[in-house]
Structure formats: C-alpha cells, structure tokens
C-alpha cells in the first residue's frame, strides 16, 4: 500500500495521478509484479513476463548496481535538469540526489505498477532533494506531449535522461515511444520557434496595414458562410503534378462544374494556361509574397477575385486588379480585438497553418463546400521538381535536398522524397481531414504524397461520376461591405488609445523599478532588492493585462516573452544575490528594450489605423444619412 504521507502528498500536488493509482490498491496482489529481498536483505522487484521471470534491480546488490548507474554522470553541467526515466525502489535516485542535491529533477514512470511500489516503498519527503519539480505517470501519449512541452519551455535545451536500464530493456516499447515522442517534440518546438521568430513582428505590422482593408472589404466567412452546401470545390496547388490536370481543368472550368480555388502560386500556372480560377487564396506574412501576384498586377486581370488573410504580407494587396475578400486569421490581434460583427460576439476565424491549402481547406468546409478535391497537392518533389510550370520564381530541387529528404507513402503506396516542410503541411492537412465533422477530401494527386482521409482518386475519374452538370452561379462571390458593429469599434478604439498611454507610463515605472534594483545589488542591500523583485513582477503584469502591449507589442515579441516568462523560476532559485540581481536586470532589462523599440516602430501605423477607423466611422455615417 502507498505510504500515507506520499498518499496526502498526492492528493494534494498530483490528485490526477493519485486518481489513476488508487484503482490499483485492490488489483496489486494480483499483479505480475512482486517486491521480494535479494540476499543481502535489500529489496528487489520480480516481473512475470511470458514464461520468464525478470528483475528490476540486482538479485545480489542493488545498491552497488545504483552507484554503478550514477558513475556515469559524474561531470554534470550547472542548471542541468535531470529526468529519472524508471523509477524501480529508487536506489539510483537516492544516490544521485545525494551527489547532486541541488539539481531540479522530474520522476518519470510509464508503469502505473511500479510508481505504485516505489510510493509504497519512498517517501517523498525524505527524499535526498527539495528540487523534484513533477513526477509523471506517462501511461498515455497525450500526457507524454504535455510533458515534454513543459519541459522544453522551462529548461532551455539542459538536460538528461538518466535510465534504470533493466527498465528500458523489460519495457522496450515504452522506452523507445519515450525517446521518438522526446525527438518529435524537439524538432516542433524548434520549427514552432523558427517560425515565430521568422513572422512575429511581420504578422502584427501587416494586420495592422492591412486593417483599412479589413473594414473596406467583405468578410467572405461573414457573408457566405454554408452558402455553398454540397458543392464541390476543387483546391488546385502548385505541385508538379498539376501540370498533367491542365486539359481536365480547362474542362471544369469551361463548363463550371466545380468551383476552383488556386492556392499560393498555382494562380502563375493557370494563368499560363489561360485558366483563371473562380478566386485566388492568399495569406502568407512574408515581404516575397507579393511576387506570387506580380504576373496578375502586370497583366492587370481584374476576373479573379482575391480571398486574403488579414496577417498576408501588406505588399500583396497593393494594386490588386481584382475584387478582395478577408478572412481573419488566427495571428491577426489588431482584427480580433477591434471588431465585432452585428449580429454575434466575435467574427469567425481561420487558424493559421504551415501552407495556404491547409488554411483554405477550413474555409471551404465553413463556405459549405463538398466534396474538396485536391489537385497539385504533390507535398514531395518529383523527380527534380517542386512546383508546377509557369512559375518564374521556382527553382529546381538541388542535390544537397534529395540527400536531406525524407521517404514517405505516396498515393500509389510506393515510396516518394520529400522534406521536413512539406511533410509538416501533410501532417496538418491530415489533422484538419479527422477533425472537420463530415468533410469529405479527395486527392487526385498523380505521385503525390499519401494524405491520410483524403482517398486517391485520378480527376478524370472523378469528373465521370462527381462533375456532371454546372454549379457554378455567375457572380457567385458577390457581397456588400461586412457590417461590423461600429459602436464596438468606435468604443474599442478609444479604449486603445488610453491603453496607448497607459503603456508608455508603465514602461517608465518598469524602468524605474531595474535602475533601483540596479543601484539595490550595487549596494549589496539585498533584503531590499528582494523586495523590489515583486514590484518588478507586479509592473510586468500590469503590462500583460495592457490592451496595446496585448493587441501590438507583446505578440511582436512572442519568443522573447515565451523565454522571459519561462526563465522566471530559475532567476528565483538562482543563490547568490548578487548573480540573482544581475540576471534579472538583465533579463528583464532586454525584452523591455525590444518593447521600447517596436512601440516607436508602430507608432506611425497605430495613427493609420486610428485616421482608417475614423475615415470608415464617417463614411458609415455619410451612408446612412442619404
């Protein structure tokens, strides 16, 4: 049985895996796990597995067999964390925690079993450290990710696992889910990170220029929303296969039976073609973007009408042709907190996603589109190729990136080559396929790579028993100015304004409160630095609940904020004061400097916005009044 003070420990700091472990009270006795004394009196854990009967620590010495473990790990880095994968009876955690009493550590179990014996068997409070910041029971993926993501926040890169090697090799399978699950969430934090670095500041300053559009352009997710019930959609791609649809398209198109959405630069490949599709799908934040639509510009097409997202690049609206629709995107603040539509609490959004067929695939399902065929959606490289033609910008695949590609499924269940991006656009379109109720994907993807629920189907075949009779309406995208609610925007933009003001003062007062604590550690009056340091943390939450830094500044700077908020519990721990007092100056002195600027970079922009709500107020007004 569980020791009743690791039992009021459980319930208290860990009730859910207490939840978990109390079933096993009346089940243990029966368990094919057992605790038997080795010869030497100490305990050992026996195993039934199959017809074999194995042990978790040494029949002989166990102790000597912990000291044996630890050896390894002799010369640890500072500020290293430790993950005790396999718990046993927790004779090399001792000893280790002996050894290194100051190391922040997590106990690690994927056995319910066993984290039962070692709490019947250890008493959390008496273990040799203070420091265990969580002990999970890793018996689900989901908890394994939440994990993981956790601890990759808080430990920046510093850390070690330290195995019960009898655990991993009577256990293989949960070892080896633990290691691949450890590897997958490394590689997403850094593209994660990657791409936050890569688009924090371009996703605020083009939802801010694009915010005079936004108001003078139809919200399409507002204005058609289900309107399109039932009908098929195709979603054409700019993969390479999309040169052998060309005829089939031309087909559709001519005889509207089906609705064509081009996606990034397929719109360069169909206008080649002499296709032009019933609208064009862009949202991509980066400067280049603009040049997908150059071709349209030049040419001065004013037939195919723009779908954008409100984060796009700002560049890419700039003397388009053609009639603009928005959507709002997930990464767009300054929308979402100035409007409101009339009739509901909030507007409709798209969530940002690695590739633009993924973000439009959830607005056709919102319009009501169905089927959505796929075409062009390679998502790997053919051959040397990774675009379609008529692309003046795409460059053939080089030899360095065919020897770094990964090998995946491709439709014909053959093996085909792609790379970490395009499987990452596959794995979310995938994600987006499972949970959109009753969305029906088909992918006609000649070569392409396998997506999960989107079964493969050549076009013409489905052009035989799917697109028969036209569907598409003349003027089909048609819509008035979204109504957003123009008391809440007046309100709201008054409100940001006395944030706007707000904010400066509470930027002075933050560093006020560093230059005290500055001349506090100089002075080596600790208590007081002490003392300051809540101060410190009370002005950075009065930032956080600021509605400009919220809406502009902090989402300009997500990464560095991530990064400070997550360092805060070992600026905390850190034991020497003067070291302690520096760090956190430091630390906090940097990501306020990085606010300073950005908040003299929007400055100019925050007045657009400010004349655009006031110029759209009149206008609506002027309307109203004829």
Known sequence: M?????????????????????????????????????????????????????????????????????????????????????????????????????????????????????????????????????????????????????????????????VLNSHRNIFTKEYNEFLELFKETIKDKKISIGTNLAFQERWILNSMKNFKEVLNTPNILLEKKGAFKSKPAILVAAGPSLNEEIENLKQIKEKGLAYIFSVGSAINTLIHNNIYPDAATTYDPGKFNHNVFKRVKEKGIKDIPMIFGSSVGYETLIDYPGKKYHMITSQDTVSNYYLKNKDEDSICIVHDAPSIAVVTVQLLYELGFNPIILVGQNLAYKGKKRHSEGISYSKDVTDKEIEKGIWVKDVYGNEVLTNEGYNNMRMQMEYYIKTLPNIEVINTTKGGAHIEGADFKELSAVMEELLKEKVVEDDWIEGNKTQYDKEYLKNQSEKMDRAYRRALKLMDEYYDILNTIERLIKNQNFNQAEKTYLKLDKALRKIERNDYFMTFILPMNRVQYELLANSIDSLNEERNPIEKGRRIVESFKKFMDLCKEDIGKIDEIYSEIKISIEEFLKSESDSEGL
């Open 2 to 162: 569980i020791l009743i003070d690791n039992i009021n420990i459980l319930k208290s700091a860990y009730p859910s895996i207490w939840n978990r472990l109390k079933p096993l009270e009346d089940t243990m006795n029966n368990s094919l796990l057992q605790v038997e004394e080795t010869r030497r009196g100490d305990k050992t854990i026996s195993i039934e597995k199959g017809d074999k009967k194995l042990y978790l620590h040494s029949k002989y010495n166990p102790i000597r067999e912990a000291e044996a473990i630890i050896e390894e790990y002799e010369g640890m880095e500072p500020d290293t964390t430790v993950i005790f994968y396999g718990t046993g009876l927790g004779y090399h955690i001792d000893l280790f925690l002996q050894k290194h009493p100051d190391v922040n550590y997590y106990i690690y179990e994927p056995i319910p079993e066993l984290l039962y014996i070692y709490l019947s068997n250890n008493s959390l409070r008496r273990l040799p450290s203070l420091k265990l910041k969580d002990i999970i029971l890793a018996d689900n993926e989901l908890d394994i990710k939440k994990f993981f993501n956790q601890l990759v926040d808080k430990t920046n890169d510093k850390f070690i696992h330290i």
